[in-house]
């Protein structure tokens, strides 16, 4: 068995954010790692400290490292965000502290996991409605959270049989976010779900480039957030998964 597990596969077997299932661990005191796996056998990390003027160079093999506290905390406020780059997290090999350099938003090779046993400790997830396990209807379960206005239009999206994420975040960056120079007053409504925001587009730094990003803000609130071209795959690939039943499923 797994010793480590996946945070987003938790969340997704839970019905609940990535977020929550990392906050609950971190409250409970238990350490979040970084899971080197997949398909890649080394990956590029470099120290805190530099020995002799230079960067020590690190080839982490496959392995689960603890975090450090501090990363600990930033990973969970990134999560909170709905960003979930792991670039320039800390972890633990030893006695040595080392830091991610990069990591590119597509490679599924890294990732943040937990302890098993870790995971047992976590309360009962939260009854959400239309999740429930005892239901025997064929009709796809509406699992996804729909915590962020973006959130609700990729739901929407999902549901109108639309699958390719670069499509999706296409049509709402060109088609339906208004030009990044717009002023607030001049800001068209949008709604969806439930939730009426204004959108407009805007670039992002992430760990190693400047990405294509929209800001949205929700009526009635005062500030703006920002979601990159890569976290809005990720969010669609998640909430793809996480949509499917059973049958819909790759065999």
């Given at each position: 068995?797994?010793?480590?597990?996946n945070i987003?596969?938790?969340?997704?077997?839970?019905g609940e954010?990535?977020?929550?299932v990392?906050r609950?661990?971190?409250r409970?005191?238990c350490?979040?790692y970084?899971c080197?796996?997949?398909?890649k056998?080394?990956?590029?990390c470099i120290?805190e400290q530099?020995?002799?003027?230079?960067y020590?160079?690190?080839?982490g093999?496959k392995?689960d490292?603890?975090m450090?506290?501090k990363s600990?905390h930033?990973?969970?406020?990134?999560?909170?965000?709905n960003?979930?780059?792991?670039s320039?997290l800390?972890f633990?090999?030893g006695?040595?502290?080392l830091?991610l350099?990069?990591?590119?938003g597509?490679d599924r090779s890294?990732?943040?996991?937990?302890?098993n046993?870790d995971?047992?400790?976590?309360?009962?997830p939260?009854?959400?409605?239309?999740t429930?396990?005892?239901?025997?209807?064929?009709?796809?379960k509406r699992?996804?959270?729909k915590?962020?206005?973006i959130s609700i239009?990729i739901y929407e999206?999902?549901?109108?049989g639309?699958?390719?994420?670069q499509?999706?975040w296409?049509?709402l960056?060109?088609n339906i976010?208004d030009d990044k120079?717009?002023?607030?007053?001049d800001?068209?409504?949008?709604?969806?779900?439930?939730k009426n925001v204004?959108?407009?587009r805007?670039?992002k730094?992430?760990?190693?480039?400047?990405?294509?990003a929209?800001?949205?803000q929700?009526?009635g609130?005062?500030?703006f957030?920002t979601?990159?071209?890569?976290s809005?795959?990720?969010m669609?690939?998640r909430?793809?998964?996480?949509?499917?039943?059973?049958s819909?499923?790759?065999?």
């Amino acid at each position: 068995m797994r010793h480590f597990l996946n945070i987003d596969d938790i969340a997704q077997a839970r019905g609940e954010t990535t977020f929550k299932v990392a906050r609950l661990l971190t409250r409970k005191e238990c350490k979040l790692y970084l899971c080197f796996g997949g398909g890649k056998e080394k990956l590029l990390c470099i120290t805190e400290q530099m020995i002799d003027g230079y960067y020590h160079l690190f080839q982490g093999k496959k392995g689960d490292y603890p975090m450090t506290l501090k990363s600990q905390h930033k990973c969970v406020q990134r999560l909170s965000n709905n960003n979930f780059d792991l670039s320039g997290l800390s972890f633990m090999v030893g006695k040595d502290e080392l830091r991610l350099k990069s990591v590119d938003g597509e490679d599924r090779s890294v990732y943040v996991g937990a302890k098993n046993s870790d995971i047992d400790l976590l309360p009962p997830p939260s009854q959400i409605e239309d999740t429930s396990e005892a239901s025997t209807t064929t009709t796809p379960k509406r699992k996804i959270f729909k915590i962020s206005p973006i959130s609700i239009f990729i739901y929407e999206q999902i549901s109108q049989g639309r699958y390719e994420w670069q499509k999706t975040w296409l049509d709402l960056r060109e088609n339906i976010a208004d030009d990044k120079n717009t002023k607030q007053e001049d800001l068209t409504l949008r709604t969806f779900g439930e939730k009426n925001v204004f959108i407009r587009r805007t670039m992002k730094h992430t760990s190693n480039k400047l990405d294509y990003a929209i800001e949205y803000q929700e009526d009635g609130i005062p500030t703006f957030k920002t979601v990159s071209r890569q976290s809005f795959g990720r969010m669609f690939r998640r909430s793809l998964k996480i949509s499917r039943t059973p049958s819909d499923s790759p065999k």
